[in-house]
């Protein structure tokens, strides 16, 4: 079992900045697998950011340029930076984990992922 607690969200105007942290802890593991995921009301949850313990990265394209996911391993916390906020942000963001993910292009797959956090609500105001 792995517990995620996040923390960071908050109310921002287009064109701000936040960053999230995932303060996880539980089970060992030789390696581990972590993302960002987002669901705004009414919709499904994607896929925002995900990051392996090595240093494998891979982001949606929505948000290159603009978002960039870090894993400190010794801290135990993952981290999305978020700058340029737009309205179209404005969702529940949820840290997720998993021991492994099988193959690359499944890594923003909200299914692959066994852990959740509870989520933190980020709101972007034009």
């Known amino acids: 079992q792995v517990q995620l607690v996040e923390s960071g969200g908050g109310s921002v105007q287009s064109g701000g900045s936040l960053r999230l942290s995932c303060v996880y802890s539980?089970?060992?593991?030789?390696?581990?697998?972590m993302g960002w995921f987002r669901q705004a009301p009414g919709k499904e949850r994607e896929g925002v950011a995900a990051?392996?313990?090595?240093?494998?990265?891979t982001v949606a394209e929505y948000v290159k340029g603009r978002f960039t996911i870090s894993l400190d391993n010794a801290k135990k916390t993952l981290y999305l930076q978020m700058n340029n906020l737009k309205p179209e942000d404005t969702a529940m963001y949820y840290c997720?984990?998993?021991?492994?993910?099988?193959?690359?292009?499944?890594?923003?797959?909200?299914?692959?992922?066994?852990?959740w956090g509870q989520g933190t609500q980020v709101t972007v105001s034009s």
């Open positions: 997720a984990a998993d021991s492994h993910i099988e193959k690359w292009w499944l890594l923003l797959d909200p299914p692959e992922y066994n852990y």
């Open positions: 539980g089970d060992r593991y030789s390696s581990i697998y």
């Open positions: 990051i392996e313990s090595g240093g494998d990265i």
